[in-house]
């Protein structure tokens, strides 16, 4: 299905280019939170650590705070790898 603007008015020409750019660019939006939340699926966990290593602390000690915090080892050792 296509759509011949020649025969189409001003203002629905306006509508249908409107429409478009609000669609590319919610898709742009899209693909862009996407594609962040695959690089980095824990942004809060890796804010801490990040934060925590800066002030001193040795991984072992922020590795055993995440533990007793309740957080998953195998997600903490995938982002402690980032500072070893």
């Not at 280019?17 to 898709?27: K, P």
């Not at 695959?38 to 001193?56: A, D, Q, V």
Request: proline share 2%.
């Amino acid at each position: 299905m296509s759509i011949d603007l020649f025969f189409v008015s001003i203002s629905e020409q306006a509508y249908i280019i409107s429409l478009t750019i609000i669609t590319l660019v919610a898709t742009f939006f899209i693909v862009f939170l996407t594609v962040n939340r695959l690089k980095n699926p824990y942004p809060r966990l890796s804010k801490y650590i990040k934060s925590s290593h800066n002030k001193g602390k040795e991984l072992s000690e922020i590795r055993e705070t995440l533990i007793n915090a309740g957080w998953d080892g195998n997600i903490i050792d995938n982002e402690l790898k980032k500072y070893h």
